[in-house]
């Protein structure tokens, strides 16, 4: 059967979202600031009088700062919206069974967040463990850390747990500090990609019509 017969379409949606929306809006505003910044420094090499020069040199740190701030909030968007789509993706998905597979009306708290939960829940429900997916789960997991650590970047706590959950933290400079890369996001999107498409291929096993019996003799 075709996608709009029996697939959930998902996998298809998410992957739209995050090419089309998210990594096009981060990688138009990147380049953007980055032009902006390249102009301004420009115009410091420009300066002609020593007193232009200093005076210059002193204000670049300050723009520098706010360049650096003004990528991490455009990096801190990218992650958090690609964390809403697969988080909408996943519950989107797991509705396909709530007939067959219903809801525990305890629900599925863990003490891992959001994604802890939802992990959870396709394992109880389903019988579906992320941890055995094609990409390994603790990828997906840098995701919902890094996410933390760029939207709350006043909370010096949420950076320290990122670099505390993972070994080689790829949403962080060379002095460890929060920013997302054209490089790193794509890389990202295209594990949530892999990793959803995995999920919608397991969720499809169960919804798979069963064989009629065998006729009784």
């Given at each position: ?16 979202d ?69 988080q ?127 006729p009784?003799?």
């Amino acid at each position: 059967m075709g996608w709009t017969n029996l697939t959930p379409m998902e996998a298809v949606c998410f992957s739209i979202d995050a090419r089309s929306l998210i990594l096009r809006v981060f990688v138009t505003a990147s380049e953007a600031l980055d032009d902006e910044w390249k102009r301004y420094v420009k115009r410091v090499e420009e300066c002609i009088s020593e007193e232009e020069v200093l005076r210059a040199l002193q204000d670049e740190h300050w723009e520098e700062d706010l360049h650096r701030q003004r990528m991490q909030g455009v990096g801190a968007l990218a992650l958090d919206w690609l964390k809403s789509s697969l988080q909408g993706a996943l519950h989107g998905t797991k509705r396909h069974l709530d007939k067959s597979h219903p809801a525990d009306a305890r629900g599925y708290k863990s003490i891992k967040g959001w994604l802890g939960d939802v992990s959870k829940e396709y394992k109880s429900r389903f019988g579906i463990d992320f941890t055995v997916s094609p990409v390994p789960f603790d990828r997906i997991e840098e995701l919902a850390f890094a996410r933390n650590a760029g939207i709350h970047r006043e909370d010096d706590g949420a950076l320290e747990k990122y670099l505390a959950k993972v070994k080689n933290p790829r949403f962080v400079d060379d002095e460890g500090r929060f920013i997302v890369t054209k490089d790193a996001l794509e890389v990202v999107i295209k594990e949530c990609e892999q990793f959803m498409q995995w999920v919608v291929s397991e969720i499809e096993k169960l919804r798979a019509p069963k064989p009629p019996a065998p006729p009784a003799h």
